[in-house]
């Protein structure tokens, strides 16, 4: 079986400046990864490359066996951007946003079909937003967003799943009903990849997390992972022991 994310020796520059250097990174079906690192780790960049929006210096990169347009064109990735990469004044409501998850399915009249309409509605019902279909995405709240690109993803078919910062600007509520969803979405052998500076979510969602600081400073399971130790060097602090070597 593939990995849903096989990233090897993944180096990017802008300009003079080193964002991402030598970064490995695999993660198998049916996880849910981490991404942690401090403004200016390369955090951002490694998930824009994972996803093909930043094309790297060196290195190759493969989505569930596919390369990346390939992963794209077949449908089996989705994104959930941050809320402040959106124009929340478009004018398109909760259902046409995941409809719009629907536009690799949709034959070349590129007119929703019944099972098109049928999925959306069930994508709906799943992030409990079937009552708010008809509203403008504009007029939702944050935590009622992040839901509908959730179910954008869903609607999609998708099985590899890239969140940017969930769990900004959400409320208690939503965190919780988000983190259960892509708990089910795991469980159904989706693979989902969160980049976030929370690090208080992260042991009740992920399984395994990447400390990133350029380079690749820790990768594996959460309770590894996220030791005093590994998140000094993640987040610039030395330790005692640094200190005096």
């Known amino acids: 079986m593939s990995s849903a994310i096989s990233a090897h020796h993944i180096t990017v520059h802008y300009g003079e400046t080193l ?4 970064v490995s990174v695999d993660v198998e079906p049916g996880r849910i990864c981490g991404l942690l690192g401090m403004n200016g780790s390369g955090k951002s960049t490694l998930f824009k490359s994972l996803m093909g929006l930043v ?11 596919r390369d990346q347009r390939q992963a794209r064109r077949d449908g089996v990735i989705a994104y959930v951007p941050q809320s402040e990469a959106v124009d929340w004044t478009f004018p398109v409501t909760v259902g046409d946003v995941v409809m719009m998850g629907r536009y690799g399915h949709l034959g070349l009249t590129r007119r929703p ?24 995405i504009g007029a ?22 890239f969140l940017d ?6 409320d208690k509520k939503s965190e919780a009903m988000i983190t259960e969803l892509l708990r089910a979405l795991r469980d159904e052998g989706r693979t989902v990849v969160i980049s976030t500076h929370d690090l208080a ?3 009740s969602l992920c399984e395994e997390a990447v400390l990133l600081q350029q380079r690749v400073i820790a990768h594996g399971p959460v309770d590894e992972v996220l030791s ?15 200190q005096h070597s």
Do not use: H, M, W, Y
Request: aromatic share 4%.
């Open 140 to 161: 939702l709240s944050g935590g009622q967003r992040k839901r509908a690109f959730v179910a954008r993803g869903i609607a999609q078919e998708a099985q590899l799943l």
């Open 113 to 136: 079909r019944r099972a098109d309409k049928a999925a959306v509605r069930a994508a709906l019902e799943r992030v409990g937003l079937t009552e708010l279909a008809g509203n403008p």
């Open 19 to 22: 964002a991402l250097d030598d």
């Open 55 to 65: 094309r790297p210096d060196s290195g190759d990169i493969r989505l569930l066996g």
């Open 228 to 242: 005093p130790e590994t998140l000094a060097r993640t987040f610039g602090v030395e330790t005692a022991a640094e």
């Open 201 to 203: 979510s992260v042991p």
């Open 165 to 170: 910062e969930p769990f900004a600007g959400v």
